[in-house]
T-cell receptor
Framework: AQSVTQLDSQVPVFEEAPVELRCNYS??????LFWYVQYPNQGLQLLLK??????LVESINGFEAEFNKSQTSFHLRKPSVHISDTAEYFC???????????FGKGTHLIIQP | ETGVTQSPTHLIKTRGQQVTLRCSSQ?????VSWYQQALGQGPQFIFQ???????GRGNFPPRFSGLQFPNYSSELNVNALELDDSALYLC???????????FGSGTRLTVV
């Protein structure tokens, strides 16, 4: 079985400052890695995913995440945050097939003006 | 805008009752999975259907059951509702690559 640990339940950061949301996973087999964002009273939206190939993946709205196999991490970063980035961010892993996604508990990103 | 629609958006049920939640997805998305998200927690995998057959299940009791239909819609049924079943229920669909699930906005179920 796999598990996901999001080390910070809440991260406050000032607008236009950089941010890193940490994610570590545990699995005995290779996994696919995802970051999802959830705005209040909404479902989950896929930010980015790592399936294979380049370990650095980017989203269209400025976020990026780097897969580090040796440290079993998939931290999410953004060089300059905006008020609209305030949301809950979930890291997830999947072995593919019929296993579904295993989520972390989430990190609440709070942008301060 | 998501191609996955869930109904109803909110629902209140009494303990012991049964509930059916619905999900419709875009054409070609032949895999659907359901998740339970308790307040302040990450979503928990309930089960997954592929071509109308359940092919994966998380740690949920048999009173959680489902159906998937040929038109890419699906249902989640919960029998003998308990207070702890109060949560946001999310449906997620994907195509045959089984990556990059698309989530619906969820159904907020409250059991009183």
């Amino acid at each position: 079985a796999q598990s996901v640990t999001q080390l910070d339940s809440q991260v406050p950061v000032f607008e236009e400052a950089p941010v890193e949301l940490r994610c570590n996973y545990s699995s005995s087999v290779s996994v696919y890695l995802f970051w999802y964002v959830q705005y209040p009273n909404q479902g989950l939206q896929l930010l980015l995913k790592y399936l294979s190939g380049s370990t650095l993946v980017e989203s269209i709205n400025g976020f990026e995440a780097e897969f580090n196999k040796s440290q079993t991490s998939f931290h999410l970063r953004k060089p300059s945050v905006h008020i609209s980035d305030t949301a809950e961010y979930f890291c997830a892993v999947s072995r593919g097939g019929a296993d579904g996604l295993t989520f972390g508990k989430g990190t609440h990103l709070i942008i301060q003006p | 805008e998501t191609g996955v629609t869930q109904s109803p958006t909110h629902l209140i049920k009494t303990r012991g009752q049964q509930v059916t939640l619905r999900c419709s997805s875009q054409s070609g998305h032949n895999t659907v999975s359901w998740y339970q998200q308790a307040l302040g927690q990450g979503p928990q995998f309930i089960f997954q259907y592929y071509r109308e057959e359940e092919n994966g299940r998380g740690n949920f009791p048999p009173r959680f059951s489902g159906l998937q239909f040929p038109n890419y819609s699906s249902e989640l049924n919960v029998n003998a509702l308990e207070l702890d079943d109060s949560a946001l229920y999310l449906c997620a669909t994907t195509d045959s690559t089984n990556y990059g699930y698309t989530f619906g906005s969820g159904t907020r179920l409250t059991v009183v």
